[in-house]
């Protein structure tokens, strides 16, 4: 039994210890991208994996209200956790949870980009948590853990935030849209005008059935296509017209992930190159205590 005992801390130690070696490359790694990728200017960076900075503003949908705490943001994440104790043991354990969807705008002094916060990685220096005693939070709020527990108080309200105005830094997937950009030829707008009038033939026999015998004949196709032409050559003008928009969204490729933060790159980086050395810290730590631990036995 004992020597089932050992081979489980062993098998358990030596996990911890790979999944603190894997933590360390991966912080480091996030820290090299962070201090290797040059910062763009929002109008002149190019398309795909980008670092631009900018100071946040409102976007469509104007300022959101973060759940719990009422307070007026642009972006949120919550989590409702519960207080559980079971004899000796006690956790917290998450009973709701939600992040915002909607998208806001950062500007810098070249133009403003669109950000979509969806499968970002978010790190922010605005937080609050808070104690309670119902689900959903009161307006009352306790911030001293001990007294929340022993008064009774059995639920934590975490909260974090991006506000209108705050700096922000971000790494993601450059797209941009109108301004004349990727407009289709007007071939490639003329077939999509007849396929769209074919979904009623009837229509086009009105407008082009010259001798009415219920037929487009090969000259009344012609005059088909030359009216879809000029259709297509107004889509086209419009889809021309329509302004130049930029967005920075999530990316597909691992390797490159998307990243929100309003802390400065500096920090950024330097917070990684910290969980790194933690990382490898603990690993070391436990190497050594599973070495003394071989010696002694």
């Known amino acids: 039994m004992q020597s089932e005992n050992q081979l489980f801390f062993l098998i358990f130690s030596s996990s911890v210890v790979l999944i603190c070696f894997w933590l360390t490359f991966h912080y480091l790694k996030r820290a090299r991208l962070i201090e290797d990728t040059p910062t763009s200017k929002i109008r002149s960076a190019s398309q795909g994996y980008v670092e631009i900075k900018g100071t946040v503003s409102y976007g469509k949908n104007r300022e959101l209200i973060a759940p719990l705490s009422g307070n007026a943001c642009v972006w949120y994440t919550y989590k409702i956790q519960r207080y ?3 004899g000796k043991n006690s956790h917290w354990s998450t009973v709701e ?4 969807k909607c998208s806001f705008l950062i500007q810098d002094n070249t133009g403003i980009c669109v950000i979509d916060p969806e499968g970002a990685e978010v790190l922010t220096e605005h937080s609050r948590t808070w104690y309670g005693n119902t689900e ?4 009352t709020k306790n911030t001293n853990i001990f007294f929340s527990v022993i008064g009774g108080r059995r639920y934590r309200y975490i909260e974090k935030f991006i506000y209108v105005h705050d700096l922000i830094y971000a790494l993601g997937n450059f797209k941009t849209s109108g301004g004349g950009r990727a407009v289709p030829s007007n071939h490639q707008i003329t077939g999509q005008v007849i396929r769209e009038w074919k979904q009623d ?3 086009i026999l009105n407008r082009f059935d010259q001798d009415k015998n219920g037929e487009i004949n090969i000259l009344e196709w012609e005059t088909v296509r030359a009216a879809a032409s000029r259709e297509a050559e107004k889509r086209r003008q419009r889809l021309s017209g329509m302004p130049t928009v930029y967005t920075l969204s999530n990316t597909t490729h691992k390797q490159h992930p998307f990243i929100l933060s309003t802390f400065s790159q500096k920090t950024l980086a330097k917070k990684f190159r910290s969980y790194a050395i933690l990382s490898l810290v ?5 190497v050594a205590f599973l070495i003394i631990q071989f010696f002694e036995s």
């Open 201 to 203: 033939y009837n229509q």
């Open 136 to 139: 959903r939070p009161k307006q």
């Open 97 to 100: 949870e939600g992040t915002s």
């Open 282 to 286: 603990g690993a070391l730590l436990i």
């Open 84 to 86: 559980q104790r079971s």
